[in-house]
């Protein structure tokens, strides 16, 4: 099965005119406990399923789906995928969670303009974007998952329910769309976004023993230099107000 790394599988977005988030799938293979982090763009359910399986992963093995936040990048294929794994959770930070619960996809489509943008040219309904959570991450959790050990960090400003998963272990970090590769951040302009809030994120995350950086977007890492979050949170610093 191709690792990224021990108990991490990696499939990359496939990026449209709009991007595709990478889904990563984090368990030991044996334990028939994974979980997908992120689900993609409208219409990328169906890759994200058969990538899974090519990869010799079985759909019942599959327990949750976690989400770093719900951007429609990020949430577009939930359904798709839930038709194809229907008993696999979903877990949200509360933050973004209430909203989805309640049809409020403000969050999902960040801004008024790409909001009808994107319902007229994916045929989208108004209760596109309404779910039930399973669970509603707090931020702090230390989530004991297909034999692996996952702290929960709620990072918001790029979203205000961004959350990172953290193994300490093996030093994995996947931040969602809070940092990225090559000194990238993640845009802070969207609904419930903001820049002095993610400046205090990704100082957070510097703090954080790192090796493998594995984003929302564009490029893994893996072999993270020493620093290269913080340094990339103390360029950004003066940027974010
Ligand atoms: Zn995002
Ligand atoms: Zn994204």
Request: hydrophobic share 40%; glycine share 12%.
């Amino acid at each position: 099965m191709p690792e990224i790394t021990e108990g991490v599988y990696f499939i990359p977005g496939q990026d449209d005119f709009i991007p595709d988030a990478h889904v990563y799938v984090i368990g030991d293979a044996g334990s028939q406990d994974l979980s997908i982090i992120d689900a993609g763009l409208m219409g990328k359910g169906g890759y994200k399923v058969q990538s899974i399986q090519k990869m010799g992963i079985r759909l019942e093995d599959i327990k949750r789906i976690i989400m770093t936040h719900t951007h429609l990048d990020h949430i577009g294929c939930l359904s798709e995928i839930r038709e194809r794994i229907p008993h696999a959770e979903l877990w949200v930070h509360v933050v973004e969670a209430d909203p989805l619960e309640k049809g409020d996809d403000r969050t999902v489509y960040g801004m008024e303009m790409f909001r009808s943008m994107c319902q007229s040219q994916y045929g989208l309904g108004p209760d596109a974007f309404t779910f039930t959570v399973d669970r509603k991450l707090q931020g702090g959790e230390t989530l004991d998952i297909g034999a692996m050990t996952w702290a929960v960090l709620h990072v918001p400003g790029h979203s205000a329910g961004s959350v990172a998963l953290y193994h300490a272990e093996n030093k994995v970090l996947i931040p969602g769309d809070v940092v990225y590769a090559d000194y990238a951040i993640g845009r802070f302009d969207l609904h419930g976004a903001d820049g002095a809030t993610l400046k205090n994120s990704l100082m957070r995350l510097g703090e954080l023993d790192v090796s493998i950086l594995l984003p929302g977007h564009n490029r893994v890492v893996k072999d993270v230099p020493e620093g290269y979050i913080l340094s990339t949170a103390r360029q950004w610093a003066p940027y974010l107000g």
